[in-house]
């Protein structure tokens, strides 16, 4: 399932920004659950968002609790990550993943997108 994900760019602390990332291939809406990593420099990847295949679970990472919002659009094929109130610490490469379970390990993910980044500036 090869994924591309965009978005990624600069914002101000406090703004908003939202990425997307799109899936290739006919199974991805009936099969697939997604997720989104991020990786800071010097750090190792850690956990965002997650949403199960039919959209009806998500899971979010503390840090990001009640800023972003994970969502999918299985006609398009693509999965969404709206990210409000954005902090300095939130500066990272963002990696969207697919999986046929969802989860909250990198290494639980097959489908890696290459990462957007994303810069929070103060």
């Known amino acids: 399932v090869p994924l591309q994900a965009y978005g990624g760019g600069l914002v101000q602390v406090g703004g908003c920004l939202g990425l997307s990332c799109a899936a290739s291939?006919?199974?991805?809406?009936?099969?697939?659950?997604m997720g989104w990593f991020r990786q800071a420099p010097g750090k190792e990847r850690e956990f965002v968002a997650a949403?199960?295949?039919?959209?009806?679970?998500?899971y979010y990472a503390d840090s990001v609790k009640g800023r972003f919002t994970i969502s999918r659009d299985n006609a398009k094929n693509t999965v969404y990550l709206q990210m409000n109130s954005l902090k300095p610490e939130d500066t990272a490469v963002y990696y969207c993943?697919?999986?046929?379970?969802?989860?909250?390990?990198?290494?639980?993910?097959?489908?890696w997108g290459q990462g957007t980044l994303v810069t929070v500036s103060s």
């Open positions: 291939g006919r199974t991805f809406s009936s099969s697939y659950a």
């Open positions: 993943a697919a999986d046929r379970t969802i989860g909250t390990i990198p290494g639980e993910y097959v489908y």
């Open positions: 949403i199960s295949w039919s959209g009806a679970s998500t």
